[in-house]
């Protein structure tokens, strides 16, 4: 559930400092490079993959343009053609 928190981004730094508290205080700093390496890893990767998402479909949107084009062409190719 914590490693969830982190990556949706909703309340993480809450989470973290309630972390700290807990530990021993020669953790502190392991725990705190862990969390916020942690937390950029998986930011990178959720952008990467939202990213790659919308990439993905803006393209097969432009093929379907393209597709829709040819075909209006021939239509009025035909209709020109009689």
Given at each position: ?82
């Amino acid at each position: 559930m914590a490693m969830f928190q982190i990556i949706t981004q909703e309340g993480w730094t809450d989470f973290v400092v309630e972390v700290l508290r807990m530990i021993d205080d020669n953790l502190v700093p392991f725990v705190a490079i862990y969390f916020v390496a942690y937390h950029l890893f998986v930011t990178l990767i959720v952008l990467s993959l939202f990213v790659a998402v919308i990439l993905d479909n803006l393209e097969m949107d432009e093929e379907l343009k393209k597709v829709k084009q040819l075909k209006a062409r021939e239509a009025v190719r035909r209709c020109v053609a009689f």
